[in-house]
Nanobody, 125 residues
Framework: QVQLVESGGGLVQPGGSLRLSCAASGFTLDYYGIGWFRQAPGKEREGVICISSSDGSTYYADSVKGRFTISRDNAKNTVYLQMNSLKPEDTAVYYC??????????????????WGQGTQVTVSS
């Protein structure tokens, strides 16, 4: 069964850090681009960042540049989102998604093949 499972969300104070994980099962991530998206209450889902199968990173949200990084460990079939200097406006449900293809990171979420169930990130004092 193909599955993506996010973990690592939680409550953190402004300025704090979290590392989200996106673990795949039922398929290997080697030839997939993995994107992180987020959706805050009352807002549309927005792209955050993506890592291609060739390990190239693409930022979709200017607001996270310099604070968020993405990495992958193909041996563990897992992608990570490191989030530093978190702000209250980063509060959202974070989703990872996988799209098949070499060196691809499409901005359109409808393009992605598989989605996780999401993990809540709350930044608040």
């Amino acid at each position: 069964q193909v599955q993506l499972v996010e973990s690592g969300g939680g409550l953190v104070q402004p300025g704090g850090s979290l590392r989200l994980s996106c673990a795949a099962s039922g398929f290997t991530l080697d030839y997939y681009g993995i994107g992180w998206f987020r959706q805050a209450p009352g807002k549309e889902r927005e792209g955050v960042i993506c890592i291609s199968s060739s390990d190239g990173s693409t930022y979709y949200a200017d607001s996270v540049k310099g604070r968020f990084t993405i990495s992958r460990d193909n041996a563990k079939n897992t992608v990570y989102l490191q989030m530093n200097s978190l702000k209250p406006e980063d509060t959202a449900v974070y989703y990872c998604a996988a799209v098949a293809g070499w060196n691809t990171c499409p901005r359109n979420p409808a393009t992605y093949d598989y989605w996780g169930q999401g993990t809540q990130v709350t930044v608040s004092s």
